[in-house]
Every structure is written in C-alpha cells, then in structure tokens.
C-alpha cells in the first residue's frame, strides 16, 4: 500500500480503534463493541470517510483473527455504520480571490500558490519538489511525501507538468537561492509535512495549514466548519 494510505489507517487504528477495543481479548470484541466504537466517531463529529476507514481497518484486523483461528468469527463482517455528516464539498477559490492571493503574498507563500494553482498538483506532490525536477520541458512530478517520507504519487506514475514562463522564472529563481536539494526543505533540513506532525519542530506547522490560514486571511475564504 502507498504511504499516505499506510498513514490513514495507522491514524485510524491509534486515535479510533486501539483506544475502543484494544485493551480487550479478542473473543471479547463483539459486533456491538464495534458499533458502539463507530458511534462514539460519528458523535466526535467526524465524517463518512473517517467512519468507514475505522470500519475496514477493524474488518481486516478481525478477519486476521479468525483465519488464524484465534476467534470463531469475524465480528466486523456484519458491523453497520451510523448516521454521520456527509463530507462537505471543497469550493474553489474565484478569480477575484486567485488574484488577491497572488498580490498579497510573497517569498515561499506566493511560490507555493503560484505552484498550485498554475500546474495542479498536490500539496504533498509540491514539497518533494527538487532542483533536478525543473526541466526544459516542465516540471517532472516522479514523488509525493507523506509524515516527511517520500514516496509513489498516488496514480504511481511519473507525469511532466508544463511550467508558464512566470512560473519558470520564479521557481528557478527559487532554486538558486537554496541550498537544498529540495525546493522547499525545513530550515533543519528533510522534506516538510503536509499536516502539523511530530516530524515538524514546534514552532512550525504543516504546509496545508499555512496555506488555509493564508487563504483566510487575504481571501476571508472560510474553513469548512465555518461554512
């Protein structure tokens, strides 16, 4: 599996599922056990996508169990998932705001923006960007990075993004002023996290929550729960 899948199910076995029933035995854990666990995620407000991870991480782990015949059966088969919020669709930023982005912005910020919206990629795409990605013919997109780990990009194939001459010249303007091999490394060094994480020093934060907190403040654009 990909690493950022690996971490999703990592995330959903330490903050959901070890707490619920990983203290019991398991011929202890029982359907209702289960339910009763997706419950109590559903009544933290979490989503549909949170709820049904927990769900198939404690599928395969129950499934594990009974094939070593450790349990008569797997109590998960027949779990039910609950009532929870539906996941909240993404609103695109609107011209007005792209530009008031890019006026109001400077240095790494404004790159990073210039990055996203003109070529498409992915946050995690972004910070595993090296000097020797900048090509003649675009920018070569080969890795993605999860928990400051590089690794596959998700569709696991090398694609070339082709770079406007703006963007060009920046980005490479960029490249000669650090002193990384990475375009955007942490001022220890290694690749940046996408999401606040231990991997970060404390004064810092994730990419993804710079990024909101820039598109709030110049844009006024509202963070999902605030919609």
């Excluded at 001459?165 to 920046?170: A, F, I, Y």
């Excluded at 934060?205 to 654009?221: E, F, H, I, K, P």
Aim: proline share 5%; hydrophobic share 35%; aromatic share 4%.
């Amino acid at each position: 599996i990909s690493l950022n899948s690996r971490s999703t199910y990592e995330a959903a076995w330490e903050h959901h599922i070890k707490p619920a029933i990983g203290q019991m035995e398991l011929q202890h854990v029982t359907k209702n056990a289960i339910e009763q666990m997706l419950d109590k995620i559903a009544k933290l407000g979490l989503g549909f996508s949170t709820i049904r991870t927990s769900l198939a991480v404690a599928k395969a782990c129950m499934s594990e169990a009974h094939e070593s015949d450790y349990i008569a059966k797997n109590p998960a088969r027949k779990a039910t998932m609950p009532q929870c919020k539906a996941g909240e669709e993404t609103r695109p930023l609107t011209e007005p705001e792209v530009r008031r982005l890019l006026e109001r912005t400077e240095g790494r910020d404004r790159l990073w923006w210039q990055i996203l919206l003109l070529t498409g990629l992915r946050i995690s795409e972004m910070l595993t960007l090296t000097k020797e990605d900048i090509k003649p013919i675009g920018l070569v997109i080969s890795k993605s990075g999860t928990r400051g780990n590089v690794g596959t990009t998700k569709g696991r194939k090398t694609r070339v993004v082709p770079l406007p001459p703006e963007l060009r010249k920046d980005l490479e303007s960029w490249a000669e002023s650090v002193q990384s091999g990475l375009l955007f490394a942490r001022k220890r060094g290694g690749m940046l996290c996408v999401k606040p994480t231990r991997c970060w020093p404390s004064s810092s934060a994730g990419a993804n929550w710079r990024l909101s907190q820039t598109s709030r403040r110049v844009c006024a654009v509202p963070h999902r729960s605030e919609e």
